[in-house]
């Protein structure tokens, strides 16, 4: 494949089907987004965010773009701002890992730490502020904007429909940050099948099922609000997955399929094995393995 820029590489990543023996004979398609350039899903969404920025006319020649981020939002927006040698401070809670806040560096980023005990509410908090002082800068804010599940819509959506033809889709899962993944898919997804279950996917402290705010090893899901975007669609359930879960198919999908796959990855196919039990026999299950493990090699996680 001969490309003449990096931006042509986004997207179109395999869809794998697992060979996992999951209850009640259900099969199990996972998107492997770590094949995206920035290596994440989210390379989807840094060029929707600055595109649909440049449309709206809100970035212009030499525009400072800030944003919260748990860090792959940052690589994502950092790639595409590149393409228009637009500067990018990043705001980052401290607590993310280190491998991913030295690629957002490598890409030209300036990174921004806050609190890690803020969230992301201090990191959203601390972006706004520092637009305030910047002549001309935007704040993209995913966590509000409809650009960010509407990357998703327009190309992750439509390539897993493209990828599976004419098999039915039974239910769709994915763990929510931002939320915007699990959204703008399922929204593409029910088009084609309106009674596919979305179920999204949240460690242990997060909210969503009204359990009690605490730290997760889980990185990159988990929210602190319920994600405004929710309301655009029906959530069927949330699984709450432990670290330990997310971790033991961390480690299980290395030794087993060859896939380097994050801990929300881990947690997604955790969360599928469960719905697996509840679905009818031969269902279709979809989801989304977000990054690769290779950006939290310093977490440890594979002992
Ligand atoms: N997994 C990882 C590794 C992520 O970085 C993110 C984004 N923070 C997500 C899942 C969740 O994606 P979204 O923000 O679209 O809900």
């Known amino acids: 494949m001969l490309v003449n820029n990096i931006y042509q590489t986004i997207g179109n990543t395999p869809l794998l089907k697992l060979n996992i023996d999951a209850p009640n004979n259900i099969k199990i398609f996972a998107k492997l987004e770590m094949f995206n350039p920035g290596g994440s899903v989210k390379d989807r969404l840094g060029m929707n965010l600055i595109e649909n920025g440049r449309k709206i006319g809100k ?6 773009i800030i944003e919260p981020t ?12 590149q393409q228009y040698h637009l500067p990018v401070k990043l705001v980052v809670p401290e607590k993310f890992s280190q491998e991913k806040q030295t690629l957002m560096k490598a890409l ?6 806050t609190p890690s005990e803020d969230g992301i509410k201090g990191a959203m ?49 994915a763990g929510s940050g931002s939320g915007g993944t699990f959204v703008g898919v399922t929204q593409s997804l029910q088009e084609k099948f ?6 999204t996917v949240e460690p242990e402290g997060s909210i969503l099922n009204s359990g009690e705010e605490h730290d997760h090893r889980t990185e990159g899901i988990g929210v602190e609000f319920v994600p405004p975007f929710f309301e655009d669609i029906t959530v069927d359930s949330v699984k709450t997955i432990s670290d330990d879960d997310a971790f033991y198919y961390v480690k299980w999908l290395a030794d087993n399929e060859g896939v380097f796959a994050g801990s929300s990855s881990g947690a997604a196919l955790a969360a599928a094995m469960q719905l ?3 679905l009818p026999e ?4 979809v ?3 977000p990054d690769s493990s290779e950006r939290y090699l310093s977490k440890k996680i594979y002992g």
């Open 108 to 113: 030209g980023a300036e990174i921004i730490h």
């Open 59 to 64: 970035i212009k020649d030499g525009t400072t």
């Open 282 to 285: 031969y269902s279709t299950i």
């Open 276 to 278: 697996a039990a509840e």
């Open 287 to 289: 989801t989304i393995f």
């Open 194 to 199: 309106p009674d596919m279950k979305a179920v």
């Open 125 to 173: 908090a601390k972006a706004k502020g520092l637009s305030a002082e910047i002549d001309n800068s935007y704040v993209p804010m995913q966590f509000e904007n409809p650009a960010n599940p509407e990357a998703y819509y327009k190309t992750l959506g439509p390539e897993i429909l493209d990828d599976l033809k004419d098999t039915t889709i039974d239910a769709f899962i």
């Open 70 to 81: 748990a860090g792959n939002t940052g690589i994502g927006v950092a790639l595409a701002a």
